[in-house]
């Protein structure tokens, strides 16, 4: 098996409420590796998103390390954790997060800039990714012109904008109804295969399961491996 791409290791998350410590992550140590798509299952409230969000350097956790490609992230500095959020990971959320005053083509087109990426190879790649996702004829249309799936199109398209190696999607299908839900998550799924790529979705949808390499379970702040549903 090849090296993981990211690593949490002997990873603790206490949040101070009050008088009272609330242990969300227990000495949870954790290997995705590349090429490989992980379901993380739980209710609501196991600590799923905590996951995701220190898996993906946007909250630090009380005790232990975060590593990408081998590297660790303990002493980064934000400048450092932001460079490699942008050109490393991608991510999917149950709210898609689109800006509403940008059309299709400027969100997906956004984090490439943020990138440095010059503006008409930006829009360039923004587009392609959007026509791969369905939207051609919505390159210039606003959120609030597109229904539920499209706006989550639009968020996957923008989540692979510079070229990850990770995706971190937290309930991607959480908001739409099921027939919409299916048909998004099973283009997420054909293109992270044809990019192979690696992700970790956080879910609570147990007929997400089938699609899946590997499956682990949130439980008593600590993940616990079960048997995978599926190996290519």
Do not use: W
């Amino acid at each position: 098996m090849s090296d993981p791409f990211l690593t949490l290791e002997h990873i603790s998350r206490v949040f101070h409420q009050g008088d009272r410590d609330i242990h969300v992550l227990n000495d949870v140590t954790l290997h995705l590796y590349p090429k490989q798509i992980t379901a993380l299952l739980g209710p609501s409230g196991a600590g799923k998103s905590t996951i995701l969000h220190i898996a993906g350097l946007l909250e630090k956790p009380s005790k232990g390390d975060v590593k990408i490609a081998g590297k660790s992230t303990r002493r980064a500095s934000d400048g450092d954790r932001t460079k490699i959020r942008r050109q490393q990971l991608g991510f999917v959320y149950q709210a898609h997060h689109l800006l509403p005053e940008f059309s299709a083509l400027e969100n997906v087109m956004l984090p490439l800039l943020l990138n440095a990426t010059p503006k008409e190879k930006a829009k360039d790649k923004a587009t392609q990714l959007l026509e791969r996702v369905g939207l051609k004829d919505r390159l210039n249309h606003r959120p609030a012109q597109m229904s539920g799936g499209e706006q989550q199109r639009v968020a996957i398209a923008r989540a692979l904008a510079n070229n990850p190696k990770l995706l971190l999607a937290d309930e991607p299908t959480g908001n739409l109804d099921p027939h919409t839900a299916e048909s998004v998550f099973q283009m997420l799924i054909q293109i992270v295969r044809e990019e192979e790529l690696s992700i970790l979705i956080a879910t609570h949808n147990h007929e997400l399961l089938p699609f899946m390499d590997r499956i682990l379970k949130m439980e008593d702040g600590k993940i616990i491996e079960m048997n995978a549903t599926r190996v290519d």
